[in-house]
């Protein structure tokens, strides 16, 4: 499909986006419900808030790698159909606990542990499948509809998230995510692409596969600079939004609906990046737009800690809004790189490897803002995530990517293994 085309033309992608759309609400209207649960229905300090959001990600660093290699061996259609599945029961198992006054922390941690873990394979997998379903020369208006989606998501999903919580308690909440989970799969069902068998490449390890993805990777300077680069805004992100409900909930006494509304702020400018991105690229080049980007808006994550009643509440939003609006433009710029400098048979791997590091980045930001938010107070802990939202740029920034001004051609598709007769 060329460039100039549109990936709405395929069918499966339509599919496939409004599935996603339904998974991305579900996520957003959960990610402001369960911390909401823990703090004001188990009373959870900043310690046990930090350990949620670390569990919530840690199944990235445990299963990770390996599930870049099964979805490389697996039809996507079931595994993404599977996963929302798994999110849709775990998430209605928290109202079912609340209602029979039997929902604990243990109990949220084992949810949002198994929960992450449905989502490495729905992330790794959707990521997958895309050029496949649109082709890859339509692979940035693709990319820049899904991050769009996923910035909707942020301002819809958490705004919505917010005025539930706020107007029928965090619990029902948490249901409504399960059932959009589920309208999900449903939907999925839907995709009619008939995807070839997976080739069985038996002489190649499990263990041997996943060093292919990350030698793929981190051997390539590019590649290297858009991970670390995408690692650091992930850490940073993360240590800020663990603290958020502390801040706005107990100490500034804000309503829920406040931090949904601060949140979809950040989604907006997400947003804002994504449908700028492409023609960005167009005028700098793909690596000046991510360059340039990134030293002229990260620095306004800075403002974030000012946070406040009143007109620093706005400048904190303003500068939140900035900050999203430069991870806007990197996800869909920096994705359809990674996507382009990949063969077919790597892509899971490779998507894997880079989820094992953003989500590792993650898991790392949540037991550091819960740590330096016991030891060093809220606030502090807010500038430690500000800071390094501020500098994240600069991998990129410093390597080769910054130079680049189109898109790498098509990886060639890597012969698969001898099959055994």
């Not at 445990?62 to 979805?71: E, Q, R, S």
């Amino acid at each position: 499909m060329p460039d100039t085309e549109s990936p709405w033309r395929s069918a499966d992608f339509r599919v496939l986006f409004a599935a996603s759309t339904l998974s991305q609400l579900a996520t957003n209207v959960s990610y402001v419900a369960v911390p909401l649960i823990a703090v004001t229905a188990l009373d959870a300090g900043p310690g046990q808030v930090g350990a949620l959001a670390t569990l919530s990600t840690l199944a990235f660093l445990l299963i990770g790698l390996p599930a870049g290699a099964w979805v490389d061996r697996l039809r996507h259609r079931r595994v993404l159909i599977l996963a929302d599945l798994a999110r849709a029961i775990l998430y209605a198992s928290v109202p079912l606990a609340w209602w029979t006054d039997t929902l604990t922390l243990g109990q949220l941690y084992a949810v949002v542990l198994l929960n992450g873990a449905a989502t490495v394979f729905f992330d790794v997998t959707s990521q997958s499948t895309l050029p496949r379903l649109v082709g890859r020369e339509a692979l940035v208006p693709a990319n820049a509809a899904m991050v769009g989606l996923q910035a909707v998501g942020n301002v819809a999903g958490r705004g919505a998230g917010g005025a539930l919580v706020q107007f029928l308690t965090a619990p029902p909440a948490v249901l409504c995510a399960a059932a959009t989970y589920l309208a999900s799969a449903l939907q999925l069902a839907l995709i009619r692409h008939q995807e070839e068998p997976p080739a069985r490449q038996r002489k190649a390890s499990l263990r041997a596969q996943i060093a292919e993805g990350l030698r793929h990777v981190f051997g390539n300077p590019e590649l290297r600079a858009l991970a670390l680069t995408a690692a650091l805004t992930n850490l940073g992100m993360q240590i800020v939004n663990t603290m958020l409900p502390l801040l706005f909930v107990r100490e500034l006494g804000l309503p829920a609906s406040a931090l949904g509304l601060f949140w979809a702020a950040g989604g907006l400018g997400l947003l804002l990046g994504a449908r700028c991105a492409r023609r960005l690229a167009g005028r700098l080049g793909y690596g000046r737009s991510l360059g340039l980007a990134g030293a002229v808006l990260a620095p306004a994550a800075l403002l974030v800690p000012l946070i406040d009643r009143g007109a620093w509440l706005w400048v904190a939003g303003a500068g939140w809004t900035l900050a999203l609006f430069k991870t806007g433009t990197d996800n869909v710029l920096g994705v359809s790189l990674r996507q382009r400098m990949t063969s077919d048979d790597l892509l899971g791997r490779m998507n894997a490897t880079f989820r094992f590091v953003l989500t590792g980045a993650l898991a790392l930001g949540a037991a550091v803002a819960g740590v330096l938010g016991e030891l060093a107070g809220v606030r502090a802990t807010l500038w430690a995530g500000g800071a390094v939202l501020a500098a994240a740029f600069l991998p990129v920034f410093l390597s080769p990517v910054r130079v680049r001004r189109e898109l790498p051609h098509p990886a060639p598709v890597t012969a698969p293994a001898p099959q055994p007769r």
